[in-house]
Each structure stands twice: as structure tokens, then as C-alpha cells.
């Protein structure tokens, strides 16, 4: 039996999510966007769930953006975009989350290939860990991978909380030391500043306003949801719950399919 509560944040949670993509789609598709990915995979019997992409599609996209005049944006860029998005049309970033080992494999070589920053938000408990997900069983970034992208320039460092969990079970000061935690050990332990936080699961259903309000005071520049949208939104999400754009097969399949029929 579901409660009235939970019942009543998950109307506002799809309401919300429709509002958001529609917003995008009205404001237009080439406003500035985060794009949002976990694992890459090496073949389609390998894509365990929408989160996670093949390779061969991830490699695809990236050429796509570009050959379509999209500007990569790294760190600088992306705050100042955050502050000002009507002035950063056409940009866009690639971020990750959680870190499997495939987005060391697989999806870095192409992102050196064609010089494209990107983020990765790391939840620092599954380092050299297996996802305990049954159907993907993937292993999780390594902590020797992890070092060898943290030293390359185009990679920035992001916090995915100390624990992958649902942020709305936590009390403030739970919720408040694993956003500081995973925040300070990152940049302690590889030397980098941590300016962006992406929330672990990151719809309304799992974040509450009192977990957004509690990242604002955590010394990030700001912060992001997993809710479709381009940052043209942030009027509407405020800047520490940001929508960000989940791209598996398909969404790569539709734009392929786009460009041919534009061609
Ligand atoms: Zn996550």
C-alpha cells in the first residue's frame, strides 16, 4: 500500500519531469545541456538497464554533437553557463555517474580522441566494487583507473555523495556530511577541486526540498537531478537541482535518424 505522502510526491514528481522536458523542447533542443551517462558497454547484450549505453552508440553521439557544431564545455565554461544559460546555446557536457570501470575502458579513449572534457561523479563506497545490480554485475572503477583519469585535464571531478543512497531517508546532518565528506576526500585524495555534485538517484521521489536546500550550503557550485531538461530550466530548478539529459541506444538511434532526414 503506498502512502498518500509518497503517492503525492510522485504526481508532483512526473507533472514536474513533463514540465521540464516540454520546457526544453519549447525553449530549443540546442540550449545548453548536461548530458547524463553510466556504463558504456561493449555490445547490446551487455546494456543491463537504460543506464548504461554501448559503446559503439556512445562513440556515435559524441561525433554527432560535434559534427553538428555543439561546443564541449569544460569546468569555466560550464559555471558560467550555469549562471547565464541563454547565453551558452549550442554547449553541452558529458557526465557519468556512479564510475564503472566501462567508462575507463571504453568510454575515455573516445573522449581523448576528440579532446572533450567531460564529469564524473564518483561515489567513492563503490570504488573497486562489482554493482551490486544482479543484471549488470559490471565492475565498478578501479581505484588505479580512477587515478589515471583524474590526472588528465579533461577529466573534472564530481561528488556522487560518500554512500549510494536515497537522500530523502537521511537526516540533515547525514545528508549534509556525505555531500561534505565525498566532496573533501575527493579532492584530498586526487588533488582536485570539487565544484559539482549530482544527486544519487536524483528525481523528486528520492530528493527532498530539505536534501536541495541542504547542498546549497555545502561550499558546490551547484547540483544535479537526473530529470530530462537543458539548463535554460534552472529558472525552475534553481540551480542546486539541474536537470540534466539521460542518453542510452535509442536516443542515439533518433538522432541519427534526424540528421538523415535533415541531410
Ligand atoms: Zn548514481
Redesign the pocket.
Known sequence: MISPKLRLIREHNRVYRYLLKWLWRVQGKDSPRVYMF?GVVDSPEHVFSQFAITRNSFERFIEYELSRGQIPMDADILKKAVDYPSAYNNHFIVTF??IYDSVYTNAYPILKAHNVPFII?V?PSLIDTIDANPKSNNPMITSEHLHEMTSDPLCILGA?ATH?VVFRTLNETQARNSMMESKQWLENTFGKKVDFF?F???RQVEVSNANIRTLSQCDFCCGFSALDGSLRQKWMSGRWFLPRILVDDEYVAKAWTNKGNRA
Open positions: 553510466h555517474d556512479d561523479f561515489t556522487h549510494h549530482a544519487p538517484f536524483g
